[in-house]
């Protein structure tokens, strides 16, 4: 089954566009360039009709208006409490905040409304 590349997005002409920044693939290299401490990286996506590869630039601007926040209140609320109290090694539900309880309950009502 053939997959849509869509980090790239499409001209009219039906050519490669430039980086479609909400994507998945954009988020994950951003945040890799930031832990990292490097400036750029050299993106490579293999697809049947050919390699497509391009330079990818730290963000920061980005990096503070769409990731640094949710990461730190994701670190703070989710990672950090079951690091100091683990409770998942003795069998107990991991913690998970309201935000994250109504966010994974409108994922399942959108899944229902729809079929899936």
Same mark, same amino acid.
């Given at each position: 089954?053939?997959?849509?590349?869509?980090?790239?997005?499409?001209?009219?002409?039906?050519?490669?566009?430039?980086?479609?920044?909400?994507?998945?693939?954009?988020?994950?290299?951003?945040?890799?360039?930031? =832990?990292?401490? +490097?400036?750029?990286?050299?993106?490579?996506?293999?697809? *049947? @009709?050919?390699?497509?590869? %391009?330079?990818?630039?730290?963000?920061?601007?980005?990096?503070?208006?769409?990731?640094?926040?949710?990461?730190?209140?994701?670190?703070?609320?989710?990672?950090?409490?079951?690091? =100091?109290?683990? +409770?998942?090694?003795?069998?107990?539900?991991?913690?998970? *905040? @309201?935000?994250?309880?109504? %966010?994974?309950?409108?994922?399942?009502?959108?899944?229902?409304?729809?079929?899936?």
């Amino acid at each position: 089954m053939a997959r849509k590349v869509t980090f790239w997005t499409k001209e009219k002409n039906v050519t490669i566009g430039p980086i479609n920044r909400t994507h998945h693939f954009f988020f994950q290299v951003q945040g890799q360039l930031h =832990v990292t401490k +490097r400036r750029y990286c050299q993106f490579a996506l293999w697809t *049947p @009709k050919g390699l497509k590869v %391009e330079r990818i630039e730290r963000d920061d601007e980005f990096w503070e208006a769409n990731m640094e926040a949710k990461l730190e209140r994701f670190y703070m609320n989710c990672l950090l409490p079951e690091i =100091v109290d683990p +409770r998942h090694t003795r069998s107990m539900p991991i913690r998970n *905040p @309201k935000y994250i309880i109504e %966010e994974q309950e409108k994922l399942k009502e959108r899944k229902e409304r729809l079929g899936k």
